[in-house]
């Protein structure tokens, strides 16, 4: 166990974890070894398929400052989609409600990175955590901010308190040479005038956010903003307490692509999913927890990190349920 500094702002609304996540972890991490190594690696991105699928790690931190972790929770990765939800909350900063108006809030009931509903629904993608919504997302990030790329990374620093987070350019030239799809997402968003910068540039810029390399822990850090009404782990407020609810809700409703029902029955927190095998769930006011697993099922969601995460609230009883 390791303690993290978290500021005292807020305190008297933190409480303090009596349940021994540690032990915890420790028995999920038992447990899930039959399936550790099942599942496919995301070899559609070549560096990705270069990852050994017999990783797992697992972190929780808790709104008090107690982080508990098991396996490989202290090794980066490629977080890919979990970072539209931090894309998403520096965008909600900088234009609020208004982003609704170019992307919705509904599930999409499609895989992550489907056409199908762009033509019928005039280029407003279903969401934000859909590939095509990201990339409205990071088209407004592009619009509003200069040096907007790294504005993005210098929001992962703040939010975590880690400084040395970087993009993994191996990562996003891979991205690019296979992204075939997401440039059709791009240009047929812009032939709807739902993008204002160049598709060149807002596919540029998503490929970088997606190659963003994280540990567990890190992420656990990261994202506690989400559990704590907006305050990082420093004392800084992020984002605004109704905002921060409003990016929970999507993440319930929206953060597992089209498994987003079977993730509210199972496992009942807000998630996001990446397709470098890494699972983010917040319980507000409680913890934030990650896993990583590099493989994947079906729909793209980390086969060995859905099962922890399901097994973490059936053994605590904690969830927003």
Not at 63 to 71: A, L, Y
Not at 111 to 138: D, H, K, M, W, Y
Request: aromatic residues 8%; charged residues 20%.
């Amino acid at each position: 166990m390791m303690a993290v500094f978290l500021s005292s702002k807020h305190s008297d609304e933190l409480p303090m974890a009596s349940t021994d996540f540690q032990t915890v972890l420790e028995e999920i991490h038992q447990e899930v070894q039959p399936l550790i190594g099942q599942g496919e690696v995301a070899s559609y991105i070549p560096e990705l398929a270069c990852v050994p699928g017999h990783k797992f790690g697992m972190a929780l931190l808790t709104c008090d400052g107690q982080m508990f972790s098991v396996g490989d929770a202290a090794e980066r990765f490629s977080i890919q989609s979990i970072s539209k939800v931090l894309s998403l909350a520096l965008a909600i900063q900088q234009v609020g409600t208004s982003l609704w108006k170019r992307v919705g809030r509904e599930p999409s009931g499609s895989a992550f990175n489907s056409l199908v509903q762009l033509e019928s629904e005039e280029g407003i993608p279903r969401n934000p955590f859909i590939n095509a919504g990201a990339l409205v997302v990071t088209d407004v990030i592009l619009t509003e901010l200069e040096e907007a790329t790294q504005t993005v990374l210098n929001f992962v620093h703040r939010a975590s308190g880690v400084n040395d987070i970087a993009f993994d350019d191996s990562i996003a030239a891979s991205e690019k040479l296979a992204g075939y799809r997401n440039v059709a997402l791009a240009n047929f968003i812009r032939a709807f005038d739902n993008l204002d910068n160049e598709p060149a540039d807002v596919l540029a810029a998503y490929f970088k956010h997606c190659s963003i390399a994280m540990s567990c822990e890190e992420l656990a850090k990261a994202f506690m903003f989400l559990a704590r009404n907006g305050t990082g782990i420093t004392g800084e407020e992020l984002l605004s307490a109704e905002r921060t609810k409003y990016i929970n809700a999507l993440m319930l409703t929206c953060g597992t692509y089209d498994a987003v029902g079977d993730f509210a029955y199972r496992v009942g927190l807000p998630c996001k999913s990446g397709v470098g095998g890494g699972l983010v769930a917040v319980m507000p006011r409680e913890f934030v927890v990650c896993t990583w697993s590099p493989g994947l099922d079906k729909r793209g969601n980390s086969l060995v990190g859905g099962h922890a995460l399901d097994l973490l609230t059936s053994k605590t009883g904690i969830s927003v349920f």
